[in-house]
C-alpha cells in the first residue's frame, strides 16, 4: 500500500479509534476507556494517566486526548516525581508519536534496500533464526539483547526472555552516571541512587550537577529547588542558597547564586577542600583550601566561605553529571560524598531510604566488552531496543565497524535511526504513547504505562514480538507466564497490587502507585538502605571509607597536548535535546538553548574575549580537532564560557533519524576519545583537549536573543536579599528604590484591574517570578502544544521569524569581580490596558475585550503589521507564510485552537480557549457564577517546573495572582511607558550569601 | 432667445484682449443685450470680469455647500460608527473628537473639490455636444472674437460699425 | 501712427502666441524612436515588478526581506516616498498659484501630472504590503450587515482618507487647468481620430467669456483647497509614524518635519523630469535659467528645513534623557544601518549646501545631478527612519537587521516604471505645459522676442 494511502486510511480509521479495535491490540486495550466509547462525546477532551518516557526520570503524565486523538500532555500532579510539571521534552512527547519520519511498518533488507515485510514474516523469521542459534549450541553471549535504561515489567521480561532464548541482555545508557552508583558503593557500600533533598536543604552546592537541565530527574529538582530558592515576596522568610560549581555557566549555574568556575576536571577538588574545613579526615585530609585553590584557580577565601555556608546550613552537594565527569569522574563523586558526610548531610538531606532510578551500573564497560566481543565474532545476533548506540558512542571505539561482525542484527526502534541503519530487520516498536508498561521512578513509586491512542502505524509493541519469539525460540522448560500478549504480562505482574478490576482501573486512573502504599520492591530493585546514612556520619568521623579501596585523587588525565591555542573541550547536554533521542521532534529542535539561545544548530561556544583574539564573531564557522576526529560548527561568543575552555552541545548530528534531525548540527562525539573513569568504568565525556582553526566560511548564527545585554534598560529588575527581606517583611517603602526611567508611574494591582468591562467579574492577569524561572523553556513548548504554534524551521529562524508566544529572554549583567549575573524573563503578551497595538489597527483586528483581554481576531486581520511595530514588548508574531503540518503531526493540532492563515498577525491569548471551557464548565450554576481560583491553569502556568508563572484573575483580591501582583516585589515592564500590563514581574532576589554587600563595603568606605 | 435669432449674428477678430475688451464695451453702450455678446478668449481673462461688470460667478457657492457637507459627513460618519459598535481600544474613551477631525477635514476638501468641479460643468454649460456660433479655431490659438447676435440688418451694422471702429481684423456675418 | 504702434504689437503678440501653441502642441506629433525604446524598457521593469507581486501574493509576505521586529520595510519606505514626490506638485500648482509666482507657469503642468501619477504609485504600496491583500477593502469605510467599520483611530485609515482624497483633488486641478489647451489641441488636430479624441476631453471648450469666468472663480477655490490638503496629507503620512510608540517615530516635530521633506523631494523630482524634458522637446525658451534658479532656492530652503529637523531631532533625543531615543540616534550614527543614515545626511544636507552659489543653480547639469542625489537621499531618510527606529526598539532580546530581497528590489524597480509609464504617455498625448496661461504670462525669452517682433 502507498504511504499516502495508508496514511489517509488511518485519517479516517483514526478517528473512529476509540470504538474499534483490531485483533491484534485486542480488546484489552479499550481498558483505559472507565465510560464506554459511546459515551465519548465529541468536542470532550478524554485524559489518561500515564508516565512520560523521555528520560529515565519517569514523571508522571496525564495525556489529554480529543477524537481519539493525544493532542497534549501535562504533569500528573499525583506523581511524587514531578507534581503536574513536565519539562520541554516531556511537553513535546506527542511530536514523537506523530513523527512523519516513524517506520510505518517492519521493514527487512534484501540487498541493499529495506522493503516492507508483515509482522508475522518478521517474528518468525527471527524466531527461527534465534532457535537455530540456541541449538547450534552457541555460548549464551552469542545473542544479545542490548536495551536502554529499563525498570518494572518491561525490564523483567527482557530478562526472563534473555534466559528463555539462550540471549544475554546488555543494558546502554548514554548518560548512565556509574560514576555516581561507585562512588556511593565506596563510601557507603550502597551501589544506588540516594534522592537528593534539595527541597529540605538550605544551601545546595552542586559540583557540575545540571539538575536543572538533564541531571537524573531535571523536573522533580526544578520544582524542589524551587521551593527551596525561590523568594517571591509574599512572606518574608529568607530563602536558601545555591552554589554552582562548573567550567561553563550551563542554564543551572546560570539560576545559581553564585557561579565558581573552576578548570574542567578540579571541581572536586573544592569539595575535597570543603570537607577538609568540615574536618573529613583521610583522603581529605590533605587537601587543604591553600592547595585546592592553587590547582583550581579559586581564591581559598572562597573556599572556606562556601563551607562555612555547608556548616551552618542545612546543605546538600550534588555529584557531577555529564558536563563534568572526567576520567575521575569516580573521585570526584567520592569526594562529594565525602563532603555531604563531612556536613552531616547523609540520612539528612541524601537519603538512600528512597533510591532513585536513572543510574546504570557498568553500562559502558558492558558496551566495551560487548564490542570486544563482536570483533571476535563471538556475537552472533544482535537486538536492539530503545537505545542507538551507533549515533551515542564515540566513533573512536569501533561499535560501528565491529557491528560488521555480527551476522544477524534487529533493530525495535520507532524511527529509522543510526543503529537501525546497521540492521536487516527493522522491527518498529509502538511509541510509549501507544503502549502498556511501567516504570519505577524511585524505590517506591511506580508509574504506569497506558496507551492513549490507537497505534498510528503499523507497528507493534516490542514485548509482544519478543513473547512471539520466546514461545517458538524459547527454551520449552521455561516458557512465559502467561499465554497472552505484552498486556497479559503487565497485568499478570501486576496482579498482586490489582487483584480485581477495580482496583487496576483505579491504578490506570491514578497513573500509579505512588509512595506510602505498601508496595513490594519489584524484582531487581535496590534494598532500603535508610539506616545507611548514620551509618555513614559515624564513618566520617572516622575518615575510613565504606568499603575497602582507597579512591585516587589525582587529577583527570587529559587527551592531547596543552598550551598554545588548544582548548579543554566541555561537552554537554542539552535541556531540549538530551542524549540525542529527542531530535527529531521539530518544538525541540526550534527550542532556543537556555544559555546561547541557540536553535537548529550545534555551535560552538567561545568566551567572547578568545574570540576576538582569534578574530571570530557569532556565525563564523570553525574546525574543531581533537586527536580522534574533527566538527565543524559555528561559534556562539558566550560570556558564560572558560577562556579555557570551548564547549559543544550533544544532541544534534544525526545522520539518520528523519527530517528534523538528519545532516542538522554535528555530533561532538566525534571528538572523544573512548576513554573510561578508570574506577568505574563510567565513559569519560571530558578532559579531551581540541584546537580551533577558523574555515572562513559564515552561516547565520540561528539565535533568538538579539543583544545579550538589556543595555540597562533594567527590564528584568533584581534586589539583594537583604533588601527583599526588608521590602516582604514590610520595614522598607516599596517604591524606594531609585526610580524607573522617565516618570515614575506607581502601577497598582486595583488600577490594572479596572482595566476591563466594571460590572464584569474578571480581569485576567499574571505574576511571573524572575526569582523562580530557571529558563528551562518548558513553556514555550506547552504553549505551542496548546496553541498550535508551527515550527518555523532553521531558514526562518535565521530571519528571527520565531511563532513562540512566550519566550524566554536571558540578559547577562556584568558584576563587580567579574561575576556575571543572569536574568530569565519570560516575555509574552501583556494584555495590556492602555495596549499601543490596539488603536492603530485600521480593521479593529485586535481590541480590548470585558474581561482585559487583548484580543486578536484572526479572520478580521488584514496584516498591516502596525500593531506589532506599536507593541513595546514585542510579543506578536506574524504568520509570513502558510505554515505546514505535514501528516501526521497535523493530528497533534488543538481543535479548540484555530490553525492561523498566511498573513496574519497572532501572539499570547492567555489560553482563553481555556477560560472559556471553565465559562462553560461554570454556566449551569446560575448567570452569577463566576470561574474560582484553580478551575483552570494557562499552559504556559500549569507546566512550569518552577511555579514562576501564576496566572488569575486580578479583580478577586483574595487571588494568588493579585496577592503576589500587590506584592512588594512586583513591578511592570516599561512601566513608564504606563502600557497598564496585567504581567506583574516580581523581582529576581540575588546576592544571598551576601558576597557583594561584603564586596561592596570598602567602597561604599571611601 | 428664440432659436432664429441665435443663428444670425456679426463676428471681429481681434489682436489683442484689450481691443475686443473696448469692444465689447461699446456694443453694450450701442444697446446690444450682454447675452447677446460673446467674447471668446485664448487666454484667462480674469482682468477683465470686473472690467466687463458681470455678475461675480456662482461657483462659490457650490464649493461651501460642499465644504459643509463634506465637514458633516465626516463627523456623522466617525461618530455613529463609534457608537453603532463601541469597541474599546487602547484603554481610550469610545469615541474621540480629535480623531473625528482628521476625517472631517479631508471630507470637506473632498466634497468642496468636487462640489467646484460640478460648478465649473454647470455654470459653463460643459460638456457641451453643440458648438456656440461665432466661434473659430484661431480664438484658441492667438485672436480674440467678439460675437453679436443681431437678426435685423440695422442691427448688424451698427455690430459692424463697432466692430471696425475697434480695429478688428476681419469682421464677418455668421449665418452658419 | 498711435493705431500701426498698436497693430505692431498686437500682430507681434498674436505671432507669439502662434509659436506657444505650435512649440507646446508639437509635443503631441508621433512618437519617436527614443520614446517608444524608452517605453518598452519602462513596460519590462514593470513586467518584472508585476511578476514579483504575484509571486509574493501567492507564496506570502515572507518572500520579503522582513526580519521582525522589523515589520513595515522597503514597501512603506517607498510609499512615503512617492507620496512625498507627490507634494511638490501641488503646492507648484496650488500655493504658488495663489502666492502668483510667475515662474510657475512653465512648470506647473509638469509638476502636478507628477503629483498624480506619484500619487498612484504611492497608493499601490499600502496594498502590495498587506499580509492579505485580498481583504484590502477592510480598510474602506463599507457599509456591511456586520456594522464592520474601520477604526478612525488608526493613522492608516487616515492615511486611507487623505491619499484618496488628495488624488481625486488633484486629478480634478489637473484635468481642470487641462481643458483649455485640449480645446487648442482639438482646435490643432490634423487626424480625424484625434479630433474626436481632444473634443471629448476638452467638454466643448470655446474660452467665452463666461467659461472663463466661472472656471478661474473655480481654479481658485480648487487652489484654496489644494493648499491645506497639501500641508495635511503628508503630515497624515507622518503622523503614521508619530502616533506611534517607537522611539524614533514618536515625536511631534513629525508633521512639519516630513512636509518639508516631501516638497524637498518633489522639487528634486520636477527638476529631474524637467531636465530631460526640455531638451527632447526643445522647450528650452519656456523653461530657462529664470526657472531653474527659482526652483533651485526653493530646493536650498526646504532642504535647510529638513537638515534643521535632523538636527533638532537628535537634541531632542539626548534632551529629552530617555535611553531609547538615545540609543536609537546614536545607533542611527553608528550603528549597524550607520551606511544609510550617512547617505541620507550626505545627500539631504551636505551636497544641497552647493546651491548656495548662483553657478550651480543655473546649471542645468549641476541641478540634475543634485536632484538626483537629493531623491536617493530623501529616499533614504524613509528608509532610515523606519527600519532603523524599528531594528532597534525596547527589547534588545528583539534586535535584528533587515535586508531586503530580491521581490522588494523587483517591486520598487517596478514601481519607478509604473511612474514612468504614466508620465511618458502623458507628454505624449496631453499638453505638457499651461498653453493659455503660458500667453498670459510670456516666459522672458518670449516676452524679449515679443519686443523683437514689435521693433521690426
Known sequence: MERRDFLKLIGITGAGAVTACDAKVGPQSLIPYVVPPDNITPGIPTWYASTCRECPAGCGTHVKTREGRVIKLEGNPESPVNRGKLCARGQAAHQNLYDPDRLKGPKRLVNGEYVDAQWEQATSALAAELRRLREAGGDPGSVVLLTGLQTGTRERLYDEWAR????????YEPFAYEPLLEANRRVFGESVLPSYDIEGAEFVISFGAEFLETWISPVRYAVEWSRMHAFRGDEAVEKGIFVAVEPRLSMTASNADEWVSVKPGTEYLIALAMANVLGAGGEAADWTPRRAAEATGVDAGTIERLAGLFRDKRSVALPGGISTSHSNATAAAVAVNLLNRAGGAIGDTVRFSTPVTGAVEGSYRAIVDLVAAMQTGAVKALL????????????????AEALRQVPFRVSFGPLFDETGAWCQWLLPDHTPLESWGDWIPQQGTVGIQQPAMRPVFNTRATPDVLLDVWRTAGDPAAAPATEGGWYEYLREAWSDRAPDERAWAEILRAGGVWEGAAVAPPAGQPTDGANLGRAGVGAAATGELGSGEPTDFAPPAYDGPSGEGTFDLVVFPQIALYDGRTANRPWLQELPDPASSVAWQTWVELHPEVADEL?????????????????????????????????????????????????????????????????????????????????????????????????????????????????????????AEEPHLGEDIPLTVERVARDSDPDG???????????????CNACVTACSAENNLPFVGPERVAKSRFMNWIRIERYLEAKPGGRIETHHLPMLCQHCGAAPCEPVCPVYATYHNPDGLNVQVYNRCVGTR????????????????????????????????????????????????????AKIAIKDQGPDAVITEGMFQTACQQTCPTDAIVFGNLKDPESRVAKLAGGPLAYSALEHLNTRPANFYLKQVTDRSGVEAAAAEPVAAH | MSAELMERGVRGAFYTIEEAGEAVLALEKEGFAQEDITLFSPIPTAEYEEHFERPRSPVRYMTITGGILGCITGFVLTFWTFFAWPLHVGGKPVASFPVAVVIMFELTVLLGGLFSLAAVFIFSRIPALTMKPGYHPRFSEDLFGVFVHASEEQGKRSARDVLNRFGALEVSDEAE | MADTVKQKSGRAQAGVF??????????????????????????????????????????????????????????????????????????????????????????????????VFAVMTAGLFPLIHLGRVWYFYYLAPYPNERLLWPNFRSPLVWDFFAISTYFTISSVFLYVGLIPDIAAARDRARTKLRRRLYGALSLGWQGTDSQWRHYNRAYLFLAGLATPLVLSVHSVVSWDFAMAIVPGWHSTIFAPYFVAGAIFSGVAMVITLVVPLRKAFRLTDYIDEYHLDR??????????????????????????????????????????????????????????????????????????????????????????????????????????YYKPTWVEMAITAGSFAWFLMW???FIKFLPSMAISELKELLPPRLRRQKKEMEAA
Not at chain 1, 514588548?873 to 492563515?901: H, I, M, S, T
Not at chain 3, 536609537?328 to 545627500?347: E, K, L, N, T, V
Not at chain 3, 544636507?349 to 545631478?369: A, E, H, N, Y
Request: proline residues 5%; contains cysteine.
Open chain 3, 18 to 115: 502662434r509659436r506657444v501653441n505650435r512649440d507646446i502642441l508639437s509635443t503631441l506629433q508621433k512618437p519617436g524612436l527614443g520614446w517608444a525604446a524608452g517605453m518598452a524598457v519602462v513596460l519590462t521593469v514593470l513586467a518584472a515588478g508585476v511578476t514579483a507581486e504575484i509571486y509574493q501574493i501567492k507564496v506570502g509576505l515572507g518572500v520579503a526581506g522582513y526580519e521582525p521586529p522589523v515589520m513595515w520595510a522597503v514597501y512603506i519606505t517607498n510609499f512615503v516616498f512617492w507620496v512625498g514626490i507627490a507634494h511638490s506638485g501641488t503646492l507648484i500648482s496650488a500655493i504658488l498659484f495663489l502666492f502668483r509666482a510667475q515662474f510657475r507657469t512653465a512648470v506647473y503642468r509638469v509638476s502636478e501630472t507628477m503629483t
Open chain 1, 866 to 917: 502596525y500593531c506589532s511595530n506599536n507593541c513595546p514588548y514585542k510579543v506578536r508574531y506574524f504568520n509570513w507564510f502558510q505554515y505546514e503540518w505535514p501528516e501526521p503531526l497535523n493530528w497533534g493540532l488543538n481543535p479548540d485552537v484555530l490553525a492561523r492563515e498566511k498573513g496574519v498577525m497572532e501572539k499570547c491569548t492567555y489560553c482563553v480557549q481555556r477560560i472559556n471551557a
Open chain 1, 384 to 399: 536492539f531496543a530503545d537505545t542507538n548506540p551507533v549515533f551515542s558512542l564515540p566513533p573512536a571505539l569501533g561499535f
Open chain 3, 295 to 400: 526652483l533651485a532656492k526653493l530646493l536650498l530652503l526646504t532642504s535647510s528645513i529638513v537638515f534643521y529637523a535632523y538636527l533638532v531631532e537628535i537634541w531632542t533625543a539626548w534632551y529629552s534623557g530617555s535611553p531609547y531615543e538615545r540609543a536609537i540616534f546614536w545607533d542611527r550614527a553608528f550603528g549597524q544601518y550607520a551606511w544609510a543614515s550617512w547617505i541620507m545626511y550626505g545627500c539631504n544636507c551636505i551636497i544641497p549646501l552647493s546651491l548656495w552659489f548662483k553657478r550651480v543653480r543655473t546649471s542645468w547639469f549641476w541641478m540634475f545631478i543634485v536632484s538626483i542625489f537629493v531623491n536617493v537621499g530623501m529616499w533614504f531618510e524613509r528608509f532610515v527612519i523606519i527600519i532603523q527606529s524599528l531594528a532597534h526598539e525596547f527589547i534588545p532580546y528583539q534586535w535584528d
Open chain 1, 615 to 735: 578574530g571570530l564573531v557569532d556565525g563564523d564557522v570553525v574546525t574543531v580537532e581533537s586527536a580522534h576526529g574533527s566538527v565543524q560548527a559555528p561559534v556562539i561568543r558566550y560570556p558564560g564560557a572558560r577562556r579555557d575552555t570551548v564547549a559543544l552541545p550533544l544532541g544534534r548530528g544525526h545522520d539518520r533519524m528523519g527530517r528534523y534531525a538528519a545532516g542538522r548540527g554535528v555530533n561532538p562525539i566525534a571528538l572523544l576519545p573512548p576513554t573510561a573513569d578508570s574506577a568505574s568504568g563510567g565513559f569519560a565525556w571530558q578532559g579531551v583537549r581540541v584546537g580551533l582553526t577558523k574555515t572562513g566560511t559564515r552561516v547565520d548564527p540561528l539565535r533568538f536573543q538579539g543583544s545579550d545585554s538589556d543595555e540597562g534598560r533594567d527590564l528584568a529588575e533584581a534586589v539583594p536579599m537583604a533588601a527583599a527581606l526588608r521590602l516582604a517583611s514590610g520595614e522598607a517603602e516599596v517604591h
Open chain 1, 761 to 775: 467579574p474578571y480581569r485576567w492577569g499574571m505574576a511571573i517570578s524572575l526569582d523562580a524561572c530557571t529558563g
Open chain 3, 423 to 425: 508620465f511618458l504617455l
Open chain 1, 164 to 171: 528463555a532464548v539462550g540471549a544475554r541482555r546488555v543494558v
